[in-house]
């Protein structure tokens, strides 16, 4: 949906809010429009944040995403699509995209909002991220897992038998990023904990990327 100019150019001095909801997942959720973008947010997290999603915009750049033969992208906690936007807008790929959103409110924004700008072809499904890649037998060159309840990952996403799935998913040379909260001290303790515990068991050759107050885990 495209924006009044003057709204933009407002979005710049303040945050613009949209849309508030609630839903059986996200009990407080807010769409806004910041510098520009839209930005899905929860009182303690970003979920979406187009080109600024700095998570995985940092982590594109450090992987050197443009040289990368990708087309076939799977992302796990879709939000507003904030991944096809920069990866189709900023980054220039050509890719076909599979997106996994649980929350409806979520995916109804995104296609309201967002969707219509992207040319990408883009399949939604709006589905439990964890039944979903048990049960999906399509390769991809790309998984992005991020999958927050406001600022805690699900356990069942931090399990041996999920991360076995999401490697049946990937191609040969594929690439799958993770992301984790790495700000807090508590968040650091746990995501050092899954790394050498659960994440390298499943991908002995993983490695990990610092994007600020994030740690973007890698499976090689």
Not at 97 to 113: F, H, I, P, R, S
Request: hydrophobic share 40%; net charge negative.
């Amino acid at each position: 949906m495209k924006q009044p100019s003057w709204k933009i150019w407002l979005s710049y001095l303040t945050e613009i809010v949209l849309e508030r909801g609630a839903s059986d997942v996200n009990p407080d959720l807010q769409l806004g429009l910041k510098k520009g973008r839209y930005c899905l947010s929860t009182p303690n997290a970003i979920y979406s944040f187009a080109d600024l999603y700095d998570n995985f915009s940092r982590a594109f750049e450090q992987v050197n995403i443009r040289e990368r033969a990708i087309r076939q992208v799977l992302v796990l906690g879709f939000g507003l699509g904030s991944i096809p936007y920069m990866l189709e807008k900023v980054f220039g790929k050509n890719c076909q995209y599979t997106g996994v959103e649980v929350d409806e409110l979520v995916a109804c924004w995104a296609a309201e909002y967002v969707l219509d700008e992207l040319s990408s072809p883009i399949q939604m499904n709006l589905a439990d991220a964890a039944v979903f890649v048990e049960m999906c037998r399509q390769k991809f060159d790309l998984i992005t897992m991020d999958i927050f309840i406001d600022n805690e990952i699900p356990d069942v996403f931090q399990e041996i038998d999920f991360l076995e799935n999401l490697k049946a998913l990937l191609n040969k040379n594929g690439l799958l990023m993770y992301n984790r909260l790495f700000l807090r001290e508590t968040d650091q303790e746990r995501t050092k904990s899954f790394f050498e515990n659960e994440f390298k068991t499943v991908f002995p050759d993983s490695r990990y990327l610092t994007t600020g107050g994030n740690r973007m885990l890698l499976s090689h």
